[in-house]
């Protein structure tokens, strides 16, 4: 959710904030590694909503990544 946000940030102008409409998540493996990755992106700013996709990578002790979770919300400015 938090790197969603961001990436809607990144459209926004300084000072803005959001919050989020509608988040669906898919886990798709367990996320077993050292760390965790969010890496948000947006997908279709619109006029008053933005449309934003997530990849969650869990980083294993050798430096590998592997996908654990994907999301697509809807953000809205506040």
Do not use: W
Not at 6 to 35: F, H, Q
Not at 65 to 75: E, H, I, N, S
């Amino acid at each position: 959710d938090s790197a969603s946000g961001y990436a809607a940030l990144s459209m926004m102008p300084d000072g803005a904030e959001v919050m989020t409409v509608e988040m669906k998540i898919n886990l798709i493996a367990p996320a077993a590694g050292r760390r965790l990755i969010a890496t948000g992106e947006v997908v279709k700013p619109g006029r008053r909503l933005v449309i934003t996709r997530c990849t969650v990578q869990a980083e294993a002790d050798d430096g590998s990544l592997r996908d654990v979770a994907l999301l697509q919300g809807t953000m809205i400015p506040v």
